[in-house]
Every structure is written in structure tokens, then in C-alpha cells.
């Protein structure tokens, strides 16, 4: 892998060096580099007696996660180290398209033969690296968590979710790129159904952390944020930063998140490598759920979708093909292809253009808890250390169940009220549309971008725009036309295929009534109740980190 290179005679960041220094590369005392730090990057350039071309490396900064200086193994040399990472954009090697790749600088100082002395001097530059490394964040509508030293955040993994490689994809990515950014983090292993919904509601001390990192597919933050929203404290417990790092299948919300940053489209590995470059830069925002009302009276929190009809049958059919990862929805969708249903209901919605006042959120109001607001730097921008601070990365057990689909929702959680919803055995306002259609192939509710990993549904979505995307196809499609309805939906493009069955519509509220006696509903790809239903969105009620 090449670093960017700068151009012949020419340097890209024109800001002033601030910190120069001439050391030796680890591991061959004979390579000596001049390095130069100024305020937006990393100046590398080999020195030689022979003129060598384009010998100059450029790391910006904003790529960078962390530096740390340490002395080596060997006692009787009084050499100290310091060693950079980064995470710049660069081209794939077989395939079109950029992707976060991996850099790591490291160099050797012995500039005299007093061991603290050169430790200290490479504590000052790992120090320069990342004060300025931090003040190249630029918050879109969100803060800077803090210093990454200074954060503590549990993470949550379910080993049993897609292929079953959680687990080792945090040993072998997640673990290393945590603690190249200092990082402080405790693991806690799932092995049962609804053991992280019961850990946070009933007995996790949430001031002892900064953030809750979901180490799986889309199905363990829904237990995640609704364990939040049923707990006494609920207005201050929904506010604790979430992450998520893709483990699973599906992956639909780590997939929005990386196309929120305005990176071109990766999967797999490359996927989770940019989702934990956005978790160590820290950068949290606000993020809409939906309420969802069932018949029976319980209540759940959705921060990705509600499906009916074709969508949900793949969705949880598919199930049955998870050995295969992503490839499992392109599995199911061929098998119901070839037996295409039709669902009878009634949908009814809000239009968004209709309610343009109701469910703002409070610009006032702090992305963060009370309990987890600080001051992150002095008068001059640089970091305040702070006190008593340790490594906790042990491991901790927590039992978790995958199979079985139903799962047992407790009552209805405290909670915002949902002030655009009627009772569901009351009509809709005058001023909802009613569809007069009562055919159709599939309801799609969407208020992020992505499906899945490759299916972005939903492009015009944001993380927090207070709107429900309302996708739906009525009777009469054929199966070649929404063949290609999904093949277009991999780049965002099915909304613009002329699709006369296709209604793509912004909306606040909807209500759903199935006529058909028997079905699936699906809310972030988990099964609830089946029967009437409806949701109302709540604008930036939680907050996730998004880098």
C-alpha cells in the first residue's frame, strides 16, 4: 500500500511546521527520516545522500486515529518510539472505488543516552500528533466526544449473528484499532435473546461509560435502544452515545453510516474497518427512532425500518440461509420471486408536508447526557488531561440465544409521547391520506438509507431529517419489473426507474392494516406482532456516533 505522495516541488499543507525532528525508522538504524509536523499533517521524507524522487510521504491528520510513544523490550537501549496511525482513503487494489486502508509511521529516537529524556521527547511529538489529529474534527451537527484516552465504552458483541464471526472480527479489526486510538473498553459476549435489552434497562450503570458500541448485525441495537427507552431515567438513558460496528448479515445501519460520511460504497471488511474509523474519531450526532404501536398494546422503538409483504417475508425466510452472510437476502429474494405474493390492507399515512411543525427537536438541548458533559480543551484548544484514568478491557460473559424469531417484548416503555398517533381502533385524522389501493406486493417504511449492506433504499434519507421514507408497490407488478426494482435499489436508483406500481412518498406517521389472515411484520428486521400497526417518528431523540 503507497501513502500519498506529494508532487515534485510542491507540498500540499502550506500551514507552518511546528514541530521538526530527525529520527532513525524501526527496526533499521540506517534509514533516517526528517519529519515535520504542522497543523493539518504528518510530513515523512526519507533522507539520503543520492537524490531520490517523490520521497516525500503527506498524512493528513483528519486520517489519523491516534500516535502513542513507549520505551522497547530491550532495558539497555535508551531509545524511545512513537508510532502514528492512520486510516487515509485510498484506491482499492482490484476493484474501482476507495477504502480505508491501514498506515502505520513509526520511528526511533536516541538523540541522547538518557532513556527518559528520549521518552520524553517522544511523548511530546505522539502528544503534537494527536492534540492536532483532534482539532481537524469538524462537527457536522454534532460534538467531539473527547480525547480518546479518556473514553470508556462497552462493547456489546453477539457471536452467533450472520456468519458467526463477530466475535473474531473484533480479535482480529476492531480490538487492534481500538487500541492504536487508547481507547478504554470493556466486552461483553451475548449468548441469549434479549440479555442486552435486560443489561441495559435493569442493571448497567450507565455514567460509568461513554458509549455503547454494537458489535453485530441490526437486531442487538434494537434490543439495545429499547432496554434504553424502558428504563425510569429514559430521557437521559436515550442519550447515551451508540455505535455500530458491523457483525452480521444485514449490517443496514453500518452501511447508512458510512454513506452518511460521504465515502463511496464498501462491504465485508472494508465496511467495518471505516465504521471503526468513525467510532475512534468519535464524532456524535443525532439520530431519529420510530415509535411503533401494536394491537396488543406494546410499544416498541425502531431506528431502521418496518416492513410488510414482500420485504419482510425475504427479510425473515431468508433466515434459513444465514450461513451464507449478505448473499442471504439476494437468496431469499429469488425463492419468493418465483412464488410472488399479493397482500390485502389498507395503509394510511401523514404526509410530512402536512406537519411541518410537530416532533422538531430541541436545537438546545446537548447531544449528550448531563452526566457526560465536559470540558474537552483549555482557552488555547488543547486537551485538559484528566485524572485517575485506566485500561479496562476485560471480558464479560452475558448470555444470548439466537434462534427464535418471536421474541418476547415487555410493556410498554415510558418513553416520548406520540402526539400524531390515535388509538388504533379509532380512524385516522381528516388530515392523513388514505390509500385507496388495498392490493400490494410490499410496504416499506424506511427512516435510514440503507436496507442491507448492498440495498440502499432510502438515498435521500438522513440520520435525523424527522421523516419517514413510505415505499410501497401495488398489485399488478411483474416479477421481471421488481427483479429490476432490486437490482436498481443496490445504487439508490430504483425511485427514478418509472415504475408505475412504485409510490415513494415522505411521511411523519402511517398506519398499516392487513387483511390478509396470515403474514409477517418486520420492525429492523425483527418479527412483531402480526396485525395493525402504527408509527410515528420522533426527530433526534437518540445520538450515534458517526466519526
Known amino acids: ?77 535508551p531509545a524511545a518510539y512513537f508510532t502514528a496511525y492512520f486510516y487515509p482513503l485510498r484506491k482499492r487494489w482490484m476493484s474501482s472505488g476507495t477504502s480505508r486502508q491501514r498506515v502505520e509511521q513509526g520511528f526511533r529516537l536516541s538523540a541522547l543516552q538518557d532513556p527518559s529524556y528520549n521518552l520524553e521527547e517522544a511523548e511530546k511529538w505522539a502528544r503534537a500528533v494527536r492534540e492536532r489529529s483532534a482539532r481537524q474534527q469538524y462537527p457536522r451537527d454534532g460534538l467531539v466526544m473527547s480525547e480518546p484516552s479518556r473514553r470508556r465504552m462497552m462493547l456489546l458483541v453477539n ?12 480479535n482480529s479489526h ?13 466486552l461483553v459476549i451475548t449468548e441469549r435473546q434479549n440479555h442486552a435489552r435486560e443489561l441495559v434497562r435493569d442493571k448497567m450503570d450507565l455514567a460509568q ?30 442519550r447515551m452515545p451508540l455505535a455500530i460496528l458491523p457483525g452480521g448479515s444485514g449490517n443496514a445501519l453500518a452501511a447508512s453510516v458510512h454513506h452518511y460520511s460521504g465515502s463511496t460504497p464498501v462491504s465485508c471488511e472494508e465496511l467495518l474497518t471505516s465504521c471503526g474509523f468513525l467510532l475512534c474519531k468519535g464524532l456524535v450526532s443525532r439520530m431519529d427512532l420510530v415509535s411503533v404501536h401494536l394491537m396488543s398494546g406494546p410499544r ?13 417475508d425475504v427479510d425473515i425466510e431468508s433466515e434459513k440461509y444465514r450461513h451464507v452472510g449478505a448473499a442471504r437476502f439476494t437468496v431469499g429474494t429469488l425463492v419468493r420471486l418465483a412464488s410472488l405474493r399479493v397482500y390485502r390492507g389498507r395503509l394510511a399515512y401523514l404526509p410530512a408536508s402536512v406537519d411541518k411543525h410537530e416532533d422538531q427537536p430541541n436545537q438546545t438541548s446537548s447531544l449528550w447526557p448531563a452526566s457526560k458533559m465536559r470540558s474537552f480543551s483549555d482557552d488555547n484548544g488543547c486537551p485538559i488531561p484528566e485524572q485517575n484514568s485506566c485500561h479496562s478491557n476485560n471480558s464479560v460473559k452475558v448470555t444470548r440465544r ?35 389501493e388495498e392490493d400490494f406486493v410490499l ?54 426507474t418509472n415504475c408505475q406500481h412504485l409510490v415513494h412518498v415522505k411521511v411523519r406517521a402511517l398506519r398499516l392494516e392487513p387483511h390478509s389472515p396470515k403474514g409477517i411484520i418486520a420492525v429492523d428486521g425483527e418479527v412483531v406482532e402480526y396485525g395493525p400497526v402504527q408509527a410515528q417518528v420522533h426527530r433526534g431523540l437518540a445520538r450515534l456516533i458517526t466519526g
Open 402 to 436: 439466537e434462534n427464535g424469531l418471536h421474541r418476547n417484548i415487555p410493556q410498554s416503555p415510558p418513553g416520548p409521547q406520540d402526539s400524531l398517533l390515535p388509538p388504533l381502533d379509532q380512524p385516522v385524522p381528516s388530515n392523513w391520506v388514505v390509500v385507496p
Open 174 to 186: 476492531i480490538q487492534k484499532m481500538l487500541h492504536e486510538a487508547d481507547v478504554l473498553h470493556t
Open 209 to 238: 461509560w461513554d458509549a455503547l458500541v454494537i458489535v453485530s448485525g441490526d437486531g442487538l441495537l434494537f434490543e439495545v435502544i429499547n432496554g434504553l427507552l424502558e428504563r425510569p431515567d429514559w430521557e437521559e438513558a436515550i
Open 300 to 312: 416498541v422503538f425502531s431506528f431502521l425500518s418496518l416492513a410488510w409483504g414482500f420485504v419482510a
Open 443 to 496: 410496504v416499506l417504511a424506511m427512516y435510514q438509507s440503507h436496507l442491507a449492506q448492498d440495498l440502499l433504499a432510502a438515498p435521500d434519507s438522513a440520520l435525523d431529517d424527522g421523516l419517514i421514507h413510505l415505499i410501497y408497490v401495488r398489485a399488478g407488478t411483474s416479477r421481471a419489473a421488481l427483479l429490476r426494482l432490486f437490482l436498481a435499489m443496490e445504487k439508490g436508483a430504483h425511485l427514478t
Open 1 to 77: 500500500m503507497e501513502p500519498r505522495r506529494a508532487p515534485p516541488d510542491r507540498d500540499i499543507d502550506t500551514s507552518p511546521v511546528t514541530l521538526y525532528g530527525e529520527f532513525t525508522a524501526i527496526g533499521n538504524r540506517k534509514v533516517r527520516y526528517a519529519v515535520s509536523l504542522t497543523e493539518k499533517e504528518l510530513i515523512i521524507q526519507r533522507l539520503s545522500s543520492a537524490p531520490v524522487p517523490r520521497n516525500k510521504v503527506l498524512l493528513n491528520l483528519k486520517d489519523c486515529v491516534g500516535c502513542r510513544a513507549y520505551r522497547g523490550e530491550d532495558n539497555t537501549d
Open 159 to 170: 457471536p452467533q449473528s450472520g456468519r458467526g464471526q463477530a466475535l473474531s472480527l473484533y
